[in-house]
């Protein structure tokens, strides 16, 4: 959920011939089956699930660049419109989608629960190849859901929300990003309104950092390092600095 956070090592991912190792929790099983689907419906983007164990599940790799080298890839809005399309086509393949009352998910189901949100769509979390963006992966916090705030969380990251000194020395970007084209180029590519963004990014990084102090009060990493070092303040001060620049998102 932090890309800063580098979550990846803190769960002991381990990456091996036979596909990426990770540990289980009680939505796994809840995931598989949701990736199962997924690949059913044809969309072959997301991991295929290999395994699980009762301490480890088994995925399949998705080739391309991932986490710190996605950044060049998304500056470009050819990068930013394929990351939009990418999350449509999962969307629309999961649309209408019901699931048991035993489902377990890492987070509360959200109603209008339309499609299979991501939970976590930042650029990170996905697979990069020739400026495009080629697969999603990491679907620990998918869940049921309003497209909306899935569309939400990827602009908050894409666009993005957060002052120029960071979008210019992590970002990937060489000059301040034009925040308000960056979000209507993303839309147009999804098929969506920006209506309200700044108002619905907020309220999903707020509802977001609720999971992260839910998953950290039990115990699960890297959510509880994260509370522990200060991330609480940090998102708190990240929305406190988008009120005040609500001018640079239209």
Request: glycine share 8%; proline share 9%; aromatic share 8%.
């Amino acid at each position: 959920m932090d890309p800063a956070a580098s979550a990846e090592p803190t769960r002991h991912v381990q990456v091996g011939l036979d596909g990426v190792h990770r540990p289980v929790h009680a939505w796994t099983p809840t995931v598989h089956a949701a990736l199962e689907r997924l690949r059913a419906a044809g969309v072959v983007e997301v991991p295929a699930p290999l395994a699980l164990g009762a301490h480890e599940e088994v995925l399949g790799f998705l080739p391309g660049d991932a986490g710190a080298a996605c950044w060049p890839h998304q500056v470009p809005e050819a990068g930013l419109v394929s990351a939009a399309r990418l999350l449509r086509r999962v969307h629309d393949a999961s649309a209408g989608w019901s699931w048991p009352p035993d489902a377990a998910w890492s987070q509360p189901v959200r109603e209008p629960a339309e499609v299979l949100c991501h939970g976590d769509p930042g650029p990170w979390n996905m697979t990069w190849a020739d400026g495009r963006a080629t697969g999603l992966f990491d679907w620990d916090f998918c869940h049921p859901g309003p497209r909306r705030h899935d569309v939400a969380y990827a602009l908050d990251w894409l666009a993005p929300f957060r002052p120029d000194d960071e979008a210019l020395r992590w970002h990937g970007f060489a000059a301040p990003p034009d925040r308000g084209s960056r979000i209507r180029a993303f839309c147009a590519a999804y098929g969506t309104e920006p209506d309200r963004v700044v108002d619905l990014v907020l309220e999903v990084r707020l509802r977001t950092l609720d999971v992260v102090r839910a998953l950290a009060a039990d115990g699960v990493e890297p959510q509880a390092g994260w509370l522990a070092g200060g991330h609480a303040a940090e998102v708190e001060a990240g929305v406190r600095w988008v009120e005040r620049h609500r001018r640079l998102f239209t």
